[in-house]
C-alpha cells in the first residue's frame, strides 16, 4: 500500500517537472521567434 502510494507521488512529480520543462521549453522557443523577429525588423 506504501509503494503504491510512493508509485503515485513520484508519477505526480514526474508529471510536474516534465509540464514544467514544456512551459519552459515553449517560452525560450517564443523568445526565439520574438528575438529573431526584432533582429529582422532592427536591419
Known amino acids: 500500500m506504501y509503494l ?3 508509485g ?3 508519477m505526480s ?3 510536474n517537472v516534465t509540464s514544467k520543462l514544456h512551459e ?3 517560452n525560450l ?3 526565439l521567434v ?3 523577429w526584432y533582429a529582422l525588423v532592427k536591419i
Open 4 to 6: 503504491w502510494y510512493l
Open 8 to 10: 503515485i507521488e513520484s
Open 13 to 15: 512529480f514526474f508529471v
Open 24 to 26: 519552459i521549453f515553449i
Open 29 to 31: 522557443k517564443n523568445n
Open 34 to 36: 520574438f528575438m529573431n
